[in-house]
Protein backbone atom coordinates (compact mmCIF):
# COMPACT_ATOMS: atom_id res chain seq x y z
CA UNK A 1 0.00 0.00 0.00
CA UNK A 2 1.24 3.60 -0.88
CA UNK A 3 1.52 6.35 1.58
CA UNK A 4 -1.97 7.55 3.16
CA UNK A 5 -3.27 10.95 1.37
CA UNK A 6 -6.40 12.73 1.65
CA UNK A 7 -8.72 14.19 -0.76
CA UNK A 8 -9.65 18.01 -1.02
CA UNK A 9 -12.46 18.98 1.03
CA UNK A 10 -16.12 19.27 -0.84
CA UNK A 11 -17.24 22.57 -0.63
CA UNK A 12 -20.71 24.35 -1.56
CA UNK A 13 -21.50 24.26 -5.04
CA UNK A 14 -19.06 21.88 -6.09
CA UNK A 15 -20.10 19.27 -9.18
CA UNK A 16 -20.14 15.78 -8.05
CA UNK A 17 -20.56 12.54 -10.03
CA UNK A 18 -23.05 10.32 -9.24
CA UNK A 19 -22.53 6.36 -10.34
CA UNK A 20 -24.34 3.04 -10.19
CA UNK A 21 -21.44 0.68 -9.64
CA UNK A 22 -23.01 -3.07 -9.54
CA UNK A 23 -26.94 -2.43 -9.64
CA UNK A 24 -29.48 -0.13 -11.81
CA UNK A 25 -31.77 0.79 -9.22
CA UNK A 26 -30.97 4.35 -10.42
CA UNK A 27 -32.51 3.11 -13.66
CA UNK A 28 -35.69 1.48 -11.82
CA UNK A 29 -36.71 3.59 -9.38
CA UNK A 30 -36.47 6.95 -11.55
CA UNK A 31 -38.84 9.36 -8.95
CA UNK A 32 -37.10 8.64 -6.37
CA UNK A 33 -33.50 8.98 -7.99
CA UNK A 34 -34.59 12.60 -9.41
CA UNK A 35 -35.89 13.52 -5.82
CA UNK A 36 -32.55 12.03 -4.02
CA UNK A 37 -30.71 14.26 -6.62
CA UNK A 38 -33.00 17.31 -5.62
CA UNK A 39 -32.29 16.80 -1.79
CA UNK A 40 -28.54 16.36 -2.58
CA UNK A 41 -28.64 20.28 -4.32
CA UNK A 42 -31.09 21.42 -1.68
CA UNK A 43 -29.65 19.80 1.90
CA UNK A 44 -25.95 19.40 1.28
CA UNK A 45 -25.52 22.33 -1.83
CA UNK A 46 -23.73 19.96 -4.15
CA UNK A 47 -24.39 19.70 -7.71
CA UNK A 48 -25.20 15.11 -8.74
CA UNK A 49 -24.27 15.16 -12.13
CA UNK A 50 -25.40 10.99 -13.26
CA UNK A 51 -22.67 9.61 -14.93
CA UNK A 52 -23.44 8.11 -18.40
CA UNK A 53 -24.56 4.54 -17.16
CA UNK A 54 -25.89 5.42 -13.94
CA UNK A 55 -29.29 5.39 -14.99
CA UNK A 56 -28.93 2.46 -16.90
CA UNK A 57 -30.29 -1.35 -16.21
CA UNK A 58 -29.31 -4.49 -17.40
CA UNK A 59 -30.57 -7.47 -15.36
CA UNK A 60 -28.78 -7.74 -12.14
CA UNK A 61 -26.23 -5.14 -13.04
CA UNK A 62 -26.80 -1.25 -14.13
CA UNK A 63 -24.05 -1.59 -17.57
CA UNK A 64 -21.41 -3.50 -18.43
CA UNK A 65 -18.38 -3.73 -16.98
CA UNK A 66 -16.54 -1.73 -19.22
CA UNK A 67 -19.62 0.97 -19.38
CA UNK A 68 -19.19 0.76 -15.47
CA UNK A 69 -15.70 1.20 -15.12
CA UNK A 70 -15.45 3.96 -17.64
CA UNK A 71 -18.17 5.95 -16.12
CA UNK A 72 -15.33 5.99 -12.27
CA UNK A 73 -12.58 6.21 -14.24
CA UNK A 74 -13.91 9.19 -16.05
CA UNK A 75 -15.04 10.71 -13.22
CA UNK A 76 -11.66 10.66 -11.43
CA UNK A 77 -9.77 11.82 -14.49
CA UNK A 78 -12.50 15.36 -14.52
CA UNK A 79 -10.78 17.83 -13.01
CA UNK A 80 -14.56 19.98 -13.06
CA UNK A 81 -15.44 17.29 -10.82
CA UNK A 82 -14.94 17.42 -6.97
CA UNK A 83 -16.26 14.03 -5.76
CA UNK A 84 -17.85 11.27 -6.23
CA UNK A 85 -21.22 9.21 -5.47
CA UNK A 86 -22.52 5.70 -5.26
CA UNK A 87 -26.42 5.99 -6.71
CA UNK A 88 -26.66 2.55 -4.90
CA UNK A 89 -24.82 -0.36 -3.82
CA UNK A 90 -25.57 -4.40 -5.61
CA UNK A 91 -22.95 -7.10 -5.94
CA UNK A 92 -21.22 -6.58 -8.79
CA UNK A 93 -18.73 -3.70 -8.07
CA UNK A 94 -15.60 -6.25 -8.30
CA UNK A 95 -16.42 -6.80 -11.83
CA UNK A 96 -14.31 -3.32 -12.01
CA UNK A 97 -11.65 -3.73 -10.61
CA UNK A 98 -9.15 -4.85 -13.22
CA UNK A 99 -10.75 -2.56 -15.89
CA UNK A 100 -9.95 0.59 -13.32
CA UNK A 101 -7.19 3.58 -14.09
CA UNK A 102 -5.48 3.30 -10.73
CA UNK A 103 -3.48 5.94 -11.78
CA UNK A 104 -5.73 7.94 -12.52
CA UNK A 105 -6.93 7.58 -9.86
CA UNK A 106 -4.16 7.95 -7.25
CA UNK A 107 -3.21 11.34 -8.94
CA UNK A 108 -6.62 12.60 -8.54
CA UNK A 109 -7.61 12.13 -4.61
CA UNK A 110 -11.68 12.72 -4.49
CA UNK A 111 -14.56 12.50 -1.88
CA UNK A 112 -15.81 8.83 -3.00
CA UNK A 113 -18.85 7.57 -0.77
CA UNK A 114 -21.14 4.93 -1.00
CA UNK A 115 -21.66 2.19 1.06
CA UNK A 116 -22.49 -1.86 0.76
CA UNK A 117 -20.99 -3.48 -2.36
CA UNK A 118 -18.69 0.02 -2.61
CA UNK A 119 -16.89 -2.13 -0.32
CA UNK A 120 -14.68 -3.30 -2.86
CA UNK A 121 -13.89 -0.39 -4.51
CA UNK A 122 -13.26 0.95 -1.59
CA UNK A 123 -10.74 -1.71 0.34
CA UNK A 124 -8.73 -1.96 -3.70
CA UNK A 125 -8.84 2.52 -3.70
CA UNK A 126 -7.10 2.30 0.07
CA UNK A 127 -5.06 -0.86 -1.03
CA UNK A 128 -3.77 0.31 -4.41
CA UNK A 129 -3.29 4.06 -3.30
CA UNK A 130 -3.45 4.77 -0.19
CA UNK A 131 -6.20 7.18 -0.77
CA UNK A 132 -8.74 8.05 1.75
CA UNK A 133 -12.68 6.86 0.53
CA UNK A 134 -15.74 7.37 2.31
CA UNK A 135 -18.21 4.61 3.79
CA UNK A 136 -21.32 6.57 4.09
CA UNK A 137 -24.72 7.03 2.60
CA UNK A 138 -25.85 6.79 -0.62
CA UNK A 139 -27.40 8.98 -3.00
CA UNK A 140 -30.66 6.77 -4.15
CA UNK A 141 -31.32 4.96 -0.49
CA UNK A 142 -30.17 8.25 2.18
CA UNK A 143 -30.92 11.16 -0.06
CA UNK A 144 -33.66 10.03 -1.78
CA UNK A 145 -35.65 9.32 1.75
CA UNK A 146 -38.95 11.18 1.75
CA UNK A 147 -39.61 13.86 2.69
CA UNK A 148 -36.26 14.59 3.31
CA UNK A 149 -32.60 13.16 4.17
CA UNK A 150 -32.18 12.70 7.82
CA UNK A 151 -30.82 15.48 9.40
CA UNK A 152 -28.04 13.11 11.22
CA UNK A 153 -26.72 11.54 7.98
CA UNK A 154 -26.85 14.87 6.40
CA UNK A 155 -24.75 16.88 9.30
CA UNK A 156 -22.25 13.93 9.62
CA UNK A 157 -21.90 13.53 6.28
CA UNK A 158 -21.00 17.41 6.18
CA UNK A 159 -18.75 16.95 9.13
CA UNK A 160 -16.54 14.36 7.78
CA UNK A 161 -16.48 15.04 3.73
CA UNK A 162 -16.86 19.51 3.76
CA UNK A 163 -14.58 20.09 6.84
CA UNK A 164 -11.09 20.14 6.81
CA UNK A 165 -10.98 19.46 10.53
CA UNK A 166 -10.97 16.02 12.67
CA UNK A 167 -14.69 15.24 12.88
CA UNK A 168 -13.96 13.85 16.95
CA UNK A 169 -16.45 11.17 18.69
CA UNK A 170 -18.87 9.94 15.87
CA UNK A 171 -21.84 10.92 17.54
CA UNK A 172 -25.06 8.76 18.61
CA UNK A 173 -28.24 8.74 17.44
CA UNK A 174 -31.30 7.79 19.62
CA UNK A 175 -32.89 7.03 17.23
CA UNK A 176 -33.64 4.72 13.89
CA UNK A 177 -35.43 4.11 11.09
CA UNK A 178 -35.59 0.48 9.62
CA UNK A 179 -39.16 0.42 8.66
CA UNK A 180 -39.32 -0.88 4.63
CA UNK A 181 -40.19 1.19 2.37
CA UNK A 182 -41.80 1.01 -1.23
CA UNK A 183 -39.57 2.72 -3.72
CA UNK A 184 -41.66 1.55 -6.33
CA UNK A 185 -45.00 2.37 -4.49
CA UNK A 186 -47.58 4.71 -6.68
CA UNK A 187 -48.61 8.11 -5.03
CA UNK A 188 -47.25 10.19 -2.52
CA UNK A 189 -44.67 8.56 -0.07
CA UNK A 190 -45.02 8.68 3.29
CA UNK A 191 -42.29 8.95 5.89
CA UNK A 192 -41.08 5.96 7.79
CA UNK A 193 -41.42 5.33 11.56
CA UNK A 194 -38.39 6.66 14.00
CA UNK A 195 -38.15 4.41 16.74
CA UNK A 196 -35.67 4.81 19.77
CA UNK A 197 -32.36 3.29 19.24
CA UNK A 198 -30.63 0.19 20.77
CA UNK A 199 -28.19 1.42 23.01
CA UNK A 200 -24.30 0.88 21.73
CA UNK A 201 -22.99 -2.00 23.67
CA UNK A 202 -19.11 -2.98 24.80
CA UNK A 203 -19.49 -6.33 23.57
CA UNK A 204 -15.36 -6.18 25.22
CA UNK A 205 -14.49 -3.23 26.89
CA UNK A 206 -11.33 -1.19 26.39
CA UNK A 207 -9.78 1.07 24.14
CA UNK A 208 -7.40 0.76 20.55
CA UNK A 209 -6.57 3.18 18.36
CA UNK A 210 -5.24 2.95 14.22
CA UNK A 211 -6.21 3.51 11.04
CA UNK A 212 -10.17 2.97 10.53
CA UNK A 213 -11.38 0.27 7.58
CA UNK A 214 -15.04 0.26 6.91
CA UNK A 215 -17.01 -2.65 4.90
CA UNK A 216 -19.99 -4.69 4.53
CA UNK A 217 -18.96 -8.13 5.73
CA UNK A 218 -20.22 -10.08 2.61
CA UNK A 219 -18.34 -7.58 0.46
CA UNK A 220 -15.24 -7.70 2.11
CA UNK A 221 -15.16 -11.46 1.34
CA UNK A 222 -15.15 -11.18 -2.38
CA UNK A 223 -11.39 -9.40 -1.97
CA UNK A 224 -9.99 -11.81 0.10
CA UNK A 225 -6.69 -13.89 -2.13
CA UNK A 226 -6.99 -10.89 -4.51
CA UNK A 227 -4.88 -8.23 -5.47
CA UNK A 228 -6.81 -5.68 -3.80
CA UNK A 229 -6.98 -7.28 -0.48
CA UNK A 230 -6.38 -4.16 2.23
CA UNK A 231 -4.69 -4.63 4.82
CA UNK A 232 -6.29 -5.45 7.84
CA UNK A 233 -3.62 -5.69 11.06
CA UNK A 234 -3.38 -2.69 13.48
CA UNK A 235 -6.76 -1.05 11.61
CA UNK A 236 -9.91 -0.49 13.87
CA UNK A 237 -12.47 -2.79 11.47
CA UNK A 238 -15.61 -1.48 11.34
CA UNK A 239 -17.78 -4.10 9.92
CA UNK A 240 -21.78 -4.11 8.98
CA UNK A 241 -24.49 -6.73 7.18
CA UNK A 242 -27.35 -6.20 5.01
CA UNK A 243 -30.81 -6.63 5.21
CA UNK A 244 -31.70 -10.54 5.41
CA UNK A 245 -28.49 -11.76 6.63
CA UNK A 246 -28.75 -13.69 9.49
CA UNK A 247 -26.45 -14.73 12.46
CA UNK A 248 -25.55 -17.55 10.44
CA UNK A 249 -24.69 -15.88 7.36
CA UNK A 250 -22.23 -13.47 10.21
CA UNK A 251 -20.96 -17.02 11.40
CA UNK A 252 -20.03 -18.71 7.79
CA UNK A 253 -18.60 -14.75 6.64
CA UNK A 254 -16.31 -14.00 9.97
CA UNK A 255 -14.69 -17.61 10.21
CA UNK A 256 -13.53 -16.95 6.51
CA UNK A 257 -12.07 -13.16 7.84
CA UNK A 258 -10.92 -15.44 10.66
CA UNK A 259 -9.31 -18.22 8.46
CA UNK A 260 -7.69 -15.79 6.45
CA UNK A 261 -5.80 -14.27 9.34
CA UNK A 262 -7.81 -10.67 9.15
CA UNK A 263 -8.72 -10.23 12.52
CA UNK A 264 -5.68 -11.96 14.26
CA UNK A 265 -4.24 -8.50 14.49
CA UNK A 266 -7.29 -5.56 14.82
CA UNK A 267 -6.81 -2.60 17.09
CA UNK A 268 -10.19 -2.70 17.69
CA UNK A 269 -13.53 -4.15 15.87
CA UNK A 270 -16.65 -2.13 15.57
CA UNK A 271 -19.79 -3.52 14.39
CA UNK A 272 -22.81 -1.65 12.36
CA UNK A 273 -26.36 -2.00 13.78
CA UNK A 274 -28.28 -4.63 12.14
CA UNK A 275 -30.87 -3.48 9.87
CA UNK A 276 -34.67 -5.04 10.73
CA UNK A 277 -33.07 -7.68 13.19
CA UNK A 278 -34.97 -8.80 16.28
CA UNK A 279 -33.63 -8.50 19.61
CA UNK A 280 -33.24 -12.64 20.08
CA UNK A 281 -31.09 -12.48 16.45
CA UNK A 282 -29.16 -9.46 17.78
CA UNK A 283 -28.06 -11.46 20.73
CA UNK A 284 -27.16 -14.12 18.65
CA UNK A 285 -25.34 -11.89 15.84
CA UNK A 286 -23.43 -10.82 19.48
CA UNK A 287 -22.85 -14.52 20.16
CA UNK A 288 -21.24 -14.95 16.38
CA UNK A 289 -19.00 -12.14 16.65
CA UNK A 290 -17.36 -12.49 19.93
CA UNK A 291 -16.89 -16.03 18.71
CA UNK A 292 -15.01 -14.96 15.79
CA UNK A 293 -12.70 -12.94 17.83
CA UNK A 294 -11.75 -15.36 20.71
CA UNK A 295 -8.57 -15.38 22.02
CA UNK A 296 -8.10 -11.68 20.47
CA UNK A 297 -7.46 -9.25 23.41
CA UNK A 298 -8.85 -5.95 21.38
CA UNK A 299 -12.34 -4.07 22.38
CA UNK A 300 -15.44 -5.04 20.32
CA UNK A 301 -18.26 -2.29 19.99
CA UNK A 302 -21.56 -3.24 18.88
CA UNK A 303 -24.97 -1.88 17.80
CA UNK A 304 -22.97 1.20 15.31
CA UNK A 305 -24.44 3.50 13.23
CA UNK A 306 -23.30 2.38 10.30
CA UNK A 307 -23.83 0.56 6.74
CA UNK A 308 -27.74 -0.27 6.10
CA UNK A 309 -29.10 0.96 8.73
CA UNK A 310 -30.49 4.44 9.10
CA UNK A 311 -29.50 7.20 10.18
CA UNK A 312 -25.56 6.53 9.07
CA UNK A 313 -22.53 8.29 9.94
CA UNK A 314 -19.97 8.87 7.05
CA UNK A 315 -16.71 7.02 8.12
CA UNK A 316 -13.82 7.83 6.18
CA UNK A 317 -10.92 4.47 5.54
CA UNK A 318 -7.52 5.25 6.70
CA UNK A 319 -7.88 8.59 9.09
CA UNK A 320 -6.86 7.68 12.34
CA UNK A 321 -9.41 6.65 14.97
CA UNK A 322 -9.60 5.30 18.36
CA UNK A 323 -12.30 2.81 20.33
CA UNK A 324 -12.91 3.80 24.00
CA UNK A 325 -15.70 1.81 25.34
CA UNK A 326 -19.04 2.62 23.37
CA UNK A 327 -17.51 5.79 21.60
CA UNK A 328 -15.38 6.02 18.35
CA UNK A 329 -13.56 9.02 17.76
CA UNK A 330 -12.33 10.18 14.26
CA UNK A 331 -8.55 11.86 14.95
CA UNK A 332 -7.20 13.43 12.20
CA UNK A 333 -9.08 15.62 9.48
CA UNK A 334 -10.39 13.27 6.49
CA UNK A 335 -10.43 16.07 3.87
CA UNK A 336 -7.82 18.62 2.97
CA UNK A 337 -8.58 22.45 2.87
Known amino acids: MREKHVPPALR ?46 QDWRSAGARERADDLN ?16 GDHAAQLLPLLDWDAIAAHPKVFCGYSDATVLHHAIYATTG ?13 GEWPDPDEYTVEHFRTVAMEARPAGPVPK ?32 PGSGS ?31 T ?39 DRERLHAVVLDAVAGFGYPVLAEFECGHT ?21 LDAAVAP
Open 12 to 57: AGDHVAVISPSWGGAGLFPDRFDRALDALAGQVKLTGLPTPHARST
Open 74 to 89: QAFRDETIGGILCAIG
Open 131 to 143: ATTFYGPAVLSQF
Open 173 to 204: CPYVVDEFGDWGATGRPRSRHRRPAPDRVALR
Open 210 to 240: GPLLAACLPSARQLLGTPWQPPYAGHVLVIE
Open 242 to 280: PPDYSPADADRDLTHLRNAGCLDELAALVVGRPPRLGPA
Open 310 to 330: DPVATLPIGVACAVDGRDLTL
